[in-house]
């Protein structure tokens, strides 16, 4: 895999495949720019060497395709310059609007997405696209989990480098899996089972512990008969996959517990094996939370993902909030984070500084670790 400082991009159109997919708010304005404030020295050093720099991104939320307009305006303002717009990423207006830049200068192309051939990696469509320039870079580590045309297809036709922020992604998601000082303390939270299962089943082979919390935390003591009266349920098809009786494996000991409908203002903290058959977990308690953060004092390595409770409503935040605290605490340990509610609780809780490095991934970074080599890691191989 070729980077950056290997290439010659003076006076050459640069394709830069970024993932500006960022949080937008209910009055569609930008709510999180960390995507793009990543992607800002790769940009600033293809300047510097006098390209010709055209990003490429998507914007799509809840399946509603959205203009980059806005995104082109956030990425000028931290800049400091002006970031051409264009209206589309194909056709004679694209190409007539890239041979107006002089090297050194910016332009932002409108969602990949809006053209169907970008989701089904169409070859034709991928050939259009890298006519478009003389360099592809992909800077998007957050998408490279996806064949898509912008991804894997223009490769295929044009010399191709890693940006350094995807550079900088692989290098630490591969210290996590291939040379993590011991002990390494992993850290599960969030929903759902399914997307994590692979990952988890890897990187226990690796870590020395692994501390559950959250509706994840929740599913494998039901699995584990751990919770009363949950009677006899189906083995989970994904669980399963998981090795639960392994000594590896943490799980809550108490629990802050409130009625699944969250009615009456029902509230208090328990052991589980007080918990009721009408009652859920909604955060980590006291008890775990102390024997978390032990866990975590004496790491070299940890990594996070999820947060340990439903964090959106304050009463449910104190779990997350105590761990990341014992996180930021430790400085002896090389410490990774990411993914979507990963990163949103930590900017919330404004923990960015307990971590080494917070990866942009979310699915990709999942499938990394979970050993699987990511399509446009691959094409760019």
């Given amino acids: 895999m070729l980077t950056l400082k290997q290439g010659d991009f003076k006076n050459k159109i640069v394709l830069v495949r970024c993932d500006f997919n960022v949080g937008i708010d209910a009055i569609g ?79 932002l192309l409108e969602n990949l997405r809006f053209h169907k051939e970008e989701k089904a990696n169409d070859d034709k469509f991928a050939k259009s696209l890298a006519g478009l320039g003389q360099i592809y870079v992909n ?59 692979k990952t988890i089943a890897n990187i226990s082979k690796i870590a020395d512990h692994i501390l559950f919390g959250s509706k994840i935390g929740e599913a494998i003591l039901v699995q584990k008969q751990m919770l009363l009266g949950r009677g006899m349920v189906p083995i989970d098809k994904f669980i399963k996959q998981i090795d639960l009786t392994s000594q590896k494996i943490h799980l809550p000991v108490d629990g802050v517990l409130a009625l699944k409908d969250l009615s009456e203002g029902y509230i208090r903290k328990a052991a589980i094996g007080s918990m009721r058959s009408e009652e859920e977990i909604y955060d980590i308690g006291p008890e775990t939370v102390k024997f978390f953060k032990e866990m975590i004092k004496d790491a070299k390595t940890i990594f996070f993902n999820g947060p340990l409770g439903m964090f959106e409503n304050k009463e449910f935040i104190t779990g997350t909030r105590e761990v990341l605290d014992a996180i930021g605490k430790n400085h002896a340990a090389f410490k990774v984070a990411g993914g979507g509610e990963t990163l949103e609780v930590i900017n919330q809780l404004g923990a960015k500084n307990a971590f080494d490095f917070l990866s942009t991934g979310g699915g990709a970074m999942l499938e990394f670790l979970s050993g699987s080599e990511l399509p446009g890691i691959k094409a760019l191989n």
């Fill in 29 to 107: 304005g930008i709510a999180d720019d960390f995507r793009i404030r990543q992607a800002i020295p790769t940009i600033r050093y293809l300047m510097e060497q006098e390209a010709v720099v055209v990003i490429m991104s998507h914007l799509e939320k809840k399946e509603n395709l959205m203009s980059l307009k806005t995104v082109s305006e956030r990425l000028a303002q931290l800049l400091g310059l002006p970031v051409m717009f264009i209206n589309d990423c194909l056709g004679p207006k694209v190409a007539k609007g890239i041979g107006q830049l002089k090297p050194g200068q910016v332009a």
């Fill in 139 to 197: 800077e998007a580590f957050s998408c490279s989990h996806r064949a898509h045309a912008s991804i894997v297809g223009i490769p295929k036709y044009l010399p191709h480098y890693a940006g350094l922020l995807l550079e900088a992604e692989v290098a630490n998601l591969s210290k996590i899996l291939k040379k993590p000082e011991h002990p390494f303390i992993v850290i599960i939270g969030g929903a759902k089972v399914a997307t994590k299962v």
